[in-house]
């Protein structure tokens, strides 16, 4: 099966983070969703659509740009307007927050991807340059938009969640990610490695904070990656990559997360 974000993933080795240049790229319409598709309700007008915000930071400025002639964000859009159907529109856009984060903004049904954390990933992931640096940063910040639409996903079509509304989106994230593609696969361990953090440097408000710790992160996501193709991934078993005590329940936990993820947006899915 062709991987549905093979076209969004190819984007990450034009993204050149490293020079501060996001080079233009021709990008080919995005497939429908990894997900099993079902009608969906009625009167669905909803759409996610695109805005960009004027910036008076000329680095950021010109990345806007960048990030506009790519087609980045439009094509995220339009591969999710393919396959799901929404009770009101939801805009993503890139802001500058003050803080290398992302958010959804209920009251305006609005995703913000922060341009510092642009910059936080793009000196995380790419401080070797080169196109395998580009492409970790490029599929961090699509994990992280994609983590972000879970939330907006939650919101407007009021899908119930037991547990952290954190980590169930970090889970929807990898879901759409990991679809038996090894570009798909790749795209949810780097973004999850962009999750990652020092341990050494925790504090109180660490432990207190919505999210999980970031290291939990990013094996809550290498574990559905892992559990989705466990033969095709066992070498991260042998090399300590992944813990064998916890691969031995992974297999059953993407399953788990799949199918719950695909009755509760079931509904919604377009054909």
């Given at each position: 099966?062709?991987?549905?974000?093979?076209?969004?993933?190819?984007?990450?080795?034009?993204?050149?983070?490293?020079?501060?240049?996001?080079?233009?790229?021709?990008?080919?319409?995005?497939?429908?969703?990894?997900?099993?598709?079902?009608?969906?309700?009625?009167?669905?007008?909803?759409?996610?659509?695109?805005?960009?915000?004027?910036?008076?930071?000329?680095?950021?400025?010109?990345?806007?740009d960048d990030f506009r002639?790519?087609?980045?964000?439009?094509?995220?859009?339009?591969?999710?307007?393919?396959?799901?159907?929404?009770?009101?529109?939801?805009?993503?856009?890139?802001?500058?927050?003050?803080?290398?984060?992302?958010?959804?903004?209920?009251?305006?049904?609005?995703?913000?991807?922060?341009?510092?954390?642009?910059?936080?990933?793009?000196?995380?992931?790419?401080?070797?340059?080169?196109?395998?640096?580009?492409?970790?940063?490029?599929?961090?910040?699509?994990?992280?938009?994609?983590?972000?639409?879970?939330?907006?996903?939650?919101?407007?079509?009021?899908?119930?969640?037991?547990?952290?509304?954190?980590?169930?989106?970090?889970?929807?994230?990898?879901?759409?990610?990991?679809?038996?593609?090894?570009?798909?696969?790749?795209?949810?361990?780097?973004g999850a490695a962009g999750?990652?953090?020092?341990?050494?440097?925790?504090?109180?408000?660490?432990?207190?904070?919505?999210?999980?710790?970031?290291?939990?992160?990013?094996?809550?996501?290498?574990?559905?990656?892992?559990?989705?193709?466990?033969?095709?991934?066992?070498?991260?078993?042998?090399?300590?990559?992944?813990?064998?005590?916890?691969?031995?329940?992974?297999?059953?936990?993407?399953?788990?997360?799949?199918?719950?993820?695909?009755?509760?947006?079931?509904?919604?899915?377009?054909?």
């Amino acid at each position: 099966m062709p991987s549905p974000l093979s076209a969004l993933l190819a984007l990450g080795a034009a993204l050149a983070l490293a020079s501060c240049d996001l080079p233009a790229a021709q990008v080919p319409a995005v497939p429908v969703s990894p997900l099993r598709a079902e009608p969906a309700k009625p009167a669905m007008a909803g759409k996610f659509r695109v805005a960009y915000h004027a910036v008076d930071d000329s680095t950021y400025a010109r990345w806007q740009d960048d990030f506009r002639e790519a087609r980045f964000l439009e094509d995220v859009a339009e591969w999710l307007n393919g396959w799901i159907a929404l009770p009101h529109d939801v805009t993503i856009g890139f802001d500058r927050c003050g803080e290398p984060n992302a958010y959804y903004h209920p009251e305006t049904r609005s995703v913000s991807l922060c341009y510092e954390l642009v910059q936080e990933l793009d000196d995380a992931l790419a401080a070797d340059g080169g196109e395998e640096g580009a492409q970790a940063v490029s599929d961090a910040l699509l994990f992280t938009t994609l983590h972000e639409v879970g939330h907006a996903l939650v919101d407007v079509l009021d899908i119930p969640i037991a547990g952290r509304e954190e980590d169930a989106v970090d889970q929807l994230a990898a879901v759409m990610l990991v679809d038996g593609s090894d570009e798909g696969s790749e795209a949810a361990v780097n973004g999850a490695a962009g999750l990652a953090t020092d341990d050494d440097e925790l504090d109180s408000l660490d432990f207190a904070d919505e999210h999980a710790l970031g290291s939990q992160r990013f094996y809550n996501v290498l574990c559905l990656v892992y559990g989705q193709d466990p033969e095709g991934y066992a070498q991260w078993v042998s090399d300590g990559t992944l813990p064998g005590e916890r691969a031995e329940g992974c297999e059953e936990e993407y399953a788990h997360v799949s199918r719950s993820w695909d009755r509760l947006l079931g509904p919604y899915l377009k054909d």
